[in-house]
């Protein structure tokens, strides 16, 4: 997780780079199906059987709607032994930070739940838990200051992969009242996303 925070803090520093490298860097973009987008292909996409491989492609980073930047990445999720896969992300970061940043967490069925629960094991003491809807598998937690929520979805041979990371004190406040009742809501208004767009490996 602290690699996780660490890289986010890294891609947070590029937020100033000038308007010219930002438009380079949207010119290279191809725009491809959203990863958080529903379709009627959900149902057949077989987890893990879909789910295992290799896949490599680019991380793309936002910072309040603005394209920062890209870099490489890779993911593989690979069978260990019954209900555990290895669940792996590299990101080859080395122009951000000294080294590249590797993430080698693995993916356990949870049996005491109901069946699509999953937790992801960091290997550090830190555990996740993931649910399978769909073919996406989503969580939500908070470190430190910040609230984050994944998504990791299966389309064909390609794997996307979201993580949107919001302050929790930089939030916009409102209020309502209906009847007697009254509600206040507190809305973020600063959103850091990093969105991989990855192909499956022969």
């Known amino acids: 997780m602290k690699k996780s925070i660490l890289l986010f803090l890294a891609l947070g520093l590029l937020a100033c780079q000038n308007k010219e490298q930002e438009n380079k860097v949207i010119q290279e973009i191809t725009p491809l199906p959203s990863a958080t987008s529903l379709s009627p292909k959900d149902s057949l996409s077989q987890f893990p059987k879909d789910w295992e491989?290799?896949?490599e492609g680019e991380m793309y980073w936002y910072?309040?709607?603005?394209?920062?930047?890209k870099i490489p990445c890779r993911h593989e999720v690979l069978p260990q032994k019954p209900g555990v896969w290895s669940w792996t992300t590299e990101f080859d970061s080395s122009q951000l930070v000294p080294k590249t940043?590797?993430?080698?967490?693995l993916l356990i069925e949870d049996k005491s739940q109901a069946q699509g629960h999953y937790i992801l094991d960091e290997q550090d003491g830190i555990?996740?838990?993931?649910?399978?809807?769909?073919?996406?598998?989503?969580?939500q937690f908070e470190v430190g200051n910040n609230k984050i929520t994944t998504v990791d979805r299966v389309e064909g041979d390609l794997l996307y992969k979201e993580i949107i990371?919001?302050?929790k004190d930089k939030v916009r406040k409102s209020s309502a009242k209906i009847g007697k009742e009254?509600?206040?809501v507190?809305?973020?208004?600063?959103?850091?996303?990093?969105?991989?767009?990855?192909?499956k490996q022969k």
Not at 63 to 69: A, I, K, S
Not at 127 to 139: A, H, P, R, T
């Open 182 to 184: 009254s509600f206040e």
């Open 127 to 139: 555990l996740i838990d993931m649910i399978l809807m769909g073919n996406s598998l989503y969580s």
């Open 165 to 167: 990371m919001v302050p």
């Open 101 to 105: 940043v590797l993430k080698d967490y």
């Open 63 to 69: 910072v309040n709607g603005q394209l920062r930047g």
């Open 53 to 55: 491989g290799r896949y």
């Open 186 to 199: 507190s809305a973020a208004n600063s959103i850091v996303l990093q969105k991989s767009i990855l192909k």
